[in-house]
T-cell receptor, first 114, second 112 residues
Framework: NAGVTQTPKFQVLKTGQSMTLQCAQD?????MSWYRQDPGMGLRLIHY???????DQGEVPNGYNVSRSTTEDFPLRLLSAAPSQTSVYFC?????????????FGPGTRLTVL | GQQVMQIPQYQHVQEGEDFTTYCNSS?????IQWYKQRPGGHPVFLIQ?????EVKKQKRLTFQFGEAKKNSSLHITATQTTDVGTYFC????????????FGKGTHLIIQP
């Protein structure tokens, strides 16, 4: 199993540009999440999905869209990038059984918005 | 909403010294998870505690969950250079990933 994969690893955008961060998992996990990590802020939840076709907002959803058309994929879209979105983005997945299960994180995407 | 505070933010130790990080929640938790993130890497799951007063050990690491299920600690005995990284606690309120709140992490710096 590849686990959770993310592309690209690095990205530089100009203010106002749009892009999609890709996330895929091959563990048949129902739960998938997007976090952003900023210095001194820990991990903050952007959006999450409890299964294909179902998404919801986390703590910091503004400026980001998500969709979940398949169990495997959970892309994160930046519609109009802003310097405040400069961050490291992690995708994570977990099983659906039980309570707050172990999350498997991808390697991250380091995004800089100029 | 639920808040999870973690202290200290940074900890410098000499190799061989012990290290402890503390996590406190504003609300009663259903469980708590601990993750380790190496510099430049991604968070990796270490353990989950569910029961009040629970203590679990993994080699030199000891994890505790408070009796009131509002606090937790991670203690590392005789630190090694491989322990370098950031340790995060994540408090669970039940349900799925939406109910998990991460602390800001403790950066462990080890001086040889």
């Amino acid at each position: 199993n590849a686990g959770v994969t993310q592309t690209p690893k690095f990205q530089v955008l100009k203010t106002g540009q749009s892009m999609t961060l890709q996330c895929a998992q091959d563990m048949n996990h129902e739960y998938m999440s997007w976090y952003r990590q900023d210095p001194g802020m820990g991990l903050r939840l952007i959006h999450y999905s409890v299964g294909a076709g179902i998404t919801d907002q986390g703590e910091v959803p503004n400026g980001y869209n998500v969709s979940r058309s398949t169990t495997e994929d959970f892309p994160l879209r930046l519609l109009s990038a802003a310097p405040s979105q400069t961050s490291v983005y992690f995708c994570a997945s977990s099983f659906s059984l039980g309570t707050n299960l172990e999350q498997f994180f991808g390697p991250g995407t380091r995004l800089t918005v100029l | 909403g639920q808040q999870v505070m973690q202290i200290p933010q940074y900890q410098h130790v000499q190799e061989g010294e012990d290290f402890t990080t503390y996590c406190n929640s504003s609300t009663t938790l259903s469980n708590i998870q601990w993750y380790k993130q190496r510099p430049g890497g991604h968070p990796v799951f270490l353990i989950q505690l569910v029961k009040s007063g629970e203590v679990k050990k993994q080699k030199r690491l000891t994890f505790q969950f408070g009796e009131a299920k509002k606090n937790s600690s991670l203690h590392i005995t005789a630190t090694q250079t491989t322990d370098v990284g950031t340790y995060f606690c994540a408090g669970g309120s039940g349900g799925g990933a939406d109910g998990l709140t991460f602390g800001k992490g403790t950066h462990l710096i080890i001086q040889p």
